[in-house]
């Protein structure tokens, strides 16, 4: 469960909104497609393999951060990411499809991205901006990535609790997300606020799974 803290970018060229809007959907949209290329590709794959896929992403996670201020090396970083995401949930997505089916996928899939659309046009029919919650909003995610490791080891949370705590957090930080980037990105390149969005995606559509997959098991 990763999370991009944006620090203020210093030089970040200043688009429109609306420009911005469009840019970030844009990269994260192929950065979706990539991830889902790499899980399609990649679903008999063994879970320690997968682990050791997710490891790396993680590193070129920094390195997409580190590389921030160079737009162009950024944005192969942050795909190269993204391909390695979809590597390291593909044995968690073929688990599903073998013992549910692929409908459990899609249904997760489709509701993520019909909520990610919904926060969006709310925030922008609205103007609702959570930013300054955003500190708040890290500590609780903190919170539950400390309880997330205490529950390996001391089962006291039913993981479709933790996944619903999960869904609540990444929701909330869609609607920050989407006020940043109408209020002209808070200093953040467009691929950096595609990397926040992809993050929230991706954390939301591995909660609903384990939400839709629960309940179709019992």
């Given at each position: 469960m990763y999370r991009y803290q944006n620090p203020q970018q210093i030089g970040a060229a200043a688009v429109p909104a609306h420009?911005?809007?469009?840019?970030?959907?844009?990269?994260?949209?192929?950065?979706?497609?990539?991830?889902?290329?790499?899980?399609?590709?990649f679903q008999g794959l063994a879970?320690?393999?997968?682990?050791?896929?997710?490891?790396?992403?993680?590193?070129?996670?920094f390195g997409t951060m580190a590389a921030r201020r160079n737009e162009t090396l950024s944005l192969v970083l942050f795909y190269a990411f993204t391909f390695c995401e979809g590597v390291g949930i593909a044995p968690v997505i073929g688990q599903y499809v073998r013992s549910i089916g692929p409908a459990v996928v899609f249904d997760a899939a489709l509701t993520t991205g019909l909520g990610m659309f919904s926060l969006g046009a709310i925030v922008y029919a609205t103007g609702l901006d959570l930013r300054r919650f955003q500190g708040y909003l890290t500590l609780a995610l903190l919170g539950l990535i400390v309880l997330g490791v205490v529950s390996i080891f001391v089962r006291f949370i039913h993981p479709e609790v933790y996944a619903y705590l999960v869904l609540a957090i990444f929701t909330a930080y869609v609607l920050i997300d989407f006020a940043r980037i109408r209020a002209g990105g808070d200093g953040a390149t467009p691929v950096m606020l595609a990397v926040s969005i992809y993050l929230d995606a991706l954390n939301i559509f591995l909660a609903l799974l384990q939400i839709f997959g629960g309940r179709r098991r019992s």
């Open positions: 420009a911005l809007l469009a840019q970030v959907l844009a990269i994260s949209a192929l950065g979706f497609c990539i991830t889902g290329f790499g899980a399609w590709l879970p320690g393999v997968g682990l050791i896929a997710m490891l790396v992403g993680f590193g070129l996670l």
